[in-house]
């Protein structure tokens, strides 16, 4: 009797995490789909069920508090779920000086992007290691390499991200799971507010990725093993010069555009 196992996805009513459930569905894995958007997870369900025929779970939960995880792993518990892919992806952005963020908005983030992310990798990860396959890919950025002002926590948490995986994938691999950290760079999704960031400008002069390519680079190199994707040569470039970038010049031109940062705190 073959064993049913699942793709847990989160954040995966749109964006990357929606690209990776539809990949990973086109495969014939059945998923269970998490997310806080209720209403999407409903269209998403049918969605895949009725292109892939396969089964589709989903729950919809909140995962920046702070019980989140064990919270979602009792879910898979009490469901009997076995989870073979881990898609950590579920995240969000904001653009704000460290001392106008609001704490709440900043714990949510640390939560989600730090929390979540290590205790589902920690909790679903044994069952892995037992069961001697699995397969992990949490999002990080290439923003995790640079230190840039205004997106501090956003940088800070998925440097924690792309840290975690290395050590985490050097520690599984002995095991037969396979983990990778996946550091897009600009992608176009909802992630970004749009009265901020144009998306569709940014795919029309070929800076941003769509999350379809992204997804499928990701899982591409996920059960390839590798250790972090970086998705796109544009994205590599990208990345080398804003490690080239100084310190000294990132300052100034926060200090030439300075009224950026002297907005109102983020809501």
Request: glycine residues 8%.
């Amino acid at each position: 009797m073959n064993e049913v196992t699942f793709a847990l996805v989160t954040g995966g009513t749109s964006g990357i995490g929606w690209e990776c459930a539809r990949i990973l569905a086109g495969g014939k894995r059945n998923i269970l789909l998490v997310s806080n958007q209720e209403e999407e997870l409903i269209k998403c369900k049918a969605i895949l069920e009725q292109e892939y025929t396969v089964q589709v779970i989903t729950h919809f939960q909140d995962l920046s508090l702070p019980t989140s995880a064990e919270e979602l792993y009792r879910f898979c518990l009490d469901n009997k779920l076995e989870i073979e892919v881990l898609v950590n992806n579920a995240g969000f952005f904001f653009f704000s000086e460290v001392v106008q963020v609001p704490v709440e908005r900043a714990s949510r983030m640390i939560n989600l992007h730090v929390h979540t992310t290590a205790l589902l990798c920690m909790l679903i990860g044994r069952h892995m290691k037992e069961r001697g396959r699995g397969y992990v890919m949490n999002v990080a950025s290439i923003a995790s390499y640079k230190d840039f002002p205004g997106i501090a926590f956003y940088a800070a948490t998925k440097k924690f991200i792309r840290g975690f995986s290395r050590a985490m994938h050097a520690e599984m691999k002995y095991y037969g799971v396979h983990v990778t950290a996946l550091c897009p760079g600009a992608t176009a999704t909802n992630l970004y507010d749009p009265n901020v960031i144009d998306v569709k400008k940014g795919m029309r002069w070929g800076i941003m990725m769509t999350g379809n390519d992204v997804a499928k680079a990701g899982l591409r190199g996920m059960f390839k093993n590798k250790p972090v994707v970086i998705p796109g040569f544009l994205t590599k470039i990208m990345l080398i010069f804003a490690i080239l970038t100084p310190h000294w010049l990132i300052y100034m031109v926060r200090v030439k555009w300075r009224h950026f940062f002297d907005q109102p705190s983020v809501k």
